[in-house]
C-alpha cells in the first residue's frame, strides 16, 4: 500500500535520525493539502530518502512516528508490536501473576506505540488513544490483545473519549470493545483493589506506582502517616498493610475519599487505624502540628505544557515547603511530580528550595521513577514523566 509522503525542510531530519518519535509542524517542508487527521504517513528528508512512518495529527507534533522501517502497516504489524509489548511483561512476571495482575501492557513512545496506553487490571484491559491515528484502530487492537492474552482477558474497554483530541470532532464515546461492564478488582503484591475504569481518573488506577507504594509499605512499620491526594488510596492501603500505627487520606475530591474507603474495607475491613477526609491537601497541611512522621506528596500534574511551567514549579515548593514544616522530627516524606514537563532537575530544585525555606535538614534516601511496565524509550526522554523522592527530615 502507498502512503501519503511528507517532506522535511532541508536541515530538519536529525532529530528522525536519532529515533526521536515526534516530527514537528515547523520540520515540514511540504505535505498533501488532503490529508486527514490519523492518516497513515512516511517522512522523507529534502533529499528524498526515507526516515520513518506514523500517524499524521494536526498540530505542533504533526507526526508520531511508529517504525523507522518502511514496510506495510496492517494486522501483522501490529500483532508484532503487540507480541514484542506482551514478551516484556512476561519477562518481568506480570502476565498470569495471581499476586499482581494490574500493569501498563502499552506505554505510547516507550513500546513504540506513540499516542496510545493499555492498562490491564485483573482480566479487563482498557484502551486510551491520544491519538487519532489509533483511534481509528481502536478495534483492531481490541481483537489482537484478546488473541494474544486469552488466558486473562476478558474484556476491553475503549476510554478514548477524553483523551483523542478534540479538534478532531470525532464524536468519541467511551465504551466496551468486547465484554460486559462488571465490578473490576485487581491486585498488587497480594493487596486488592476496586478499579474505577468507566469512571475513575486516567484509565482508572495509577498503575505507574506500584513499586513505590511497595516500598512505603516497608518504611511505615509502626508510623503515622498522612497520604495527600489520596485518589483510590493506593499509599493508603499499603501503609497499613505495612503495619502503620494510623492512616490519614486527603482528597478534595469526596468520590475519592470513598474510592479510599472502599479500597481500605477491600482489603482491612473495618480499620479503625484509617480515617479519610475530603479536604484541601494544601490547607490540611498547613497546621498539622507535627502530627505525622510519614507524608506522602503524590499531586495530579501540576503542569501539563510548558506555558504553565512556572507556576507549576511554585506548587511543587509550596506543598513540600508545607511538609517539610510540620513533619516530626527525623520524618520521612514521599514525594512526586507526575508533570512530563517538569524535569527531574526541575523537581528536585523545587524541592530543595522548598527544604531551604523551611530550614530543616534533609537526607535524600531513595530517587524514585516509573516501574518497568513504563518503559522509557532511550531515544525519547520525555517518556519519564514520574519523579520522586524519599527524604528523611531531621
Not at 126 to 150: D, K
Not at 376 to 394: A, F, M
Request: charge should be neutral; glycine fraction near 8%.
Amino acid at each position: 500500500m502507498k502512503y501519503q509522503p511528507i517532506t522535511l525542510k532541508k536541515g530538519k531530519d536529525s532529530s528522525l535520525r536519532r529515533f526521536h518519535p515526534w516530527v514537528f509542524s515547523g520540520a515540514i517542508q511540504k505535505k498533501s493539502p488532503d490529508l486527514k487527521e490519523g492518516e497513515v504517513v512516511e517522512v522523507y528528508d529534502n533529499d528524498g530518502q526515507y526516515l520513518g512512518t506514523g500517524h499524521f495529527q494536526i498540530g505542533s507534533i504533526m507526526v508520531r512516528v511508529f517504525s523507522f522501517k518502511k514496510r506495510e502497516i496492517d494486522r501483522e504489524f501490529w500483532k508484532e508490536k503487540l507480541g514484542h509489548a506482551i514478551s516484556l511483561r512476561r519477562s518481568l512476571g506480570l502476565i498470569g501473576n495471581a499476586q499482581t495482575n494490574m500493569f501498563r501492557l502499552i506505554h505510547g513512545e516507550g513500546d513504540g506505540f506513540p499516542g496510545l496506553i493499555v492498562d490491564v487490571y485483573g482480566s479487563l484491559a482498557v484502551v486510551q488513544c491520544h491519538s487519532v491515528g489509533f483511534y481509528h484502530i481502536r478495534t483492531l487492537l481490541a481483537e489482537l490483545i484478546q488473541e494474544e492474552l486469552p488466558e486473562i482477558i476478558e474484556a476491553v474497554y475503549d476510554k478514548s473519549a477524553q483523551a483523542v483530541p478534540f479538534k478532531a470532532e470525532l464524536g468519541a464515546e467511551d465504551g466496551y470493545l468486547f465484554g460486559q461492564s462488571q465490578a473490576w478488582k485487581g491486585k498488587e503484591y497480594g493487596l486488592s483493589y476496586e478499579v474505577d475504569a468507566e469512571g475513575g481518573q486516567k484509565t482508572g488506577f495509577f498503575v505507574d506506582q506500584r513499586e513505590n507504594r511497595r516500598l512505603l509499605g516497608e518504611y511505615s512499620q509502626g508510623k503515622d502517616v498522612l497520604n495527600t491526594f489520596c485518589y483510590t488510596g493506593g499509599f493508603s492501603v499499603a501503609s497499613l498493610a505495612g503495619g502503620a500505627q494510623s492512616v490519614d487520606s486527603i482528597d478534595s475530591s469526596a468520590k475519592a475519599i470513598e474510592l479510599t474507603d472502599k479500597n481500605v474495607a477491600l482489603n482491612f475491613g473495618e480499620e479503625s487505624r484509617h480515617q479519610s477526609f475530603t479536604q484541601d491537601a494544601f490547607e490540611f497541611l498547613k497546621d498539622i502540628h507535627h502530627k505525622y512522621d510519614l507524608i506522602v506528596l503524590d499531586p495530579p500534574a501540576f503542569a501539563k505544557h510548558h506555558k504553565v511551567l512556572d507556576r507549576a514549579l511554585k506548587g511543587y515548593r509550596k506543598i513540600n515547603r508545607l511538609a517539610f514544616e510540620q513533619i516530626r522530627p527525623n520524618g520521612i516524606l514521599f514525594t512526586f511530580s507526575c508533570s512530563q514537563v517538569v524535569s527531574a532537575d526541575h523537581f528536585r530544585k523545587a524541592v530543595f528550595t522548598a527544604a531551604s525555606q523551611s530550614h530543616r535538614r534533609v537526607q535524600i534516601l531513595h530517587q524514585l521513577h516509573q516501574p518497568p511496565d513504563h518503559p522509557v524509550n532511550i531515544y525519547h526522554p520525555e517518556g519519564e514523566y514520574l519523579k520522586g523522592l524519599v527524604l528523611q527530615v531531621e
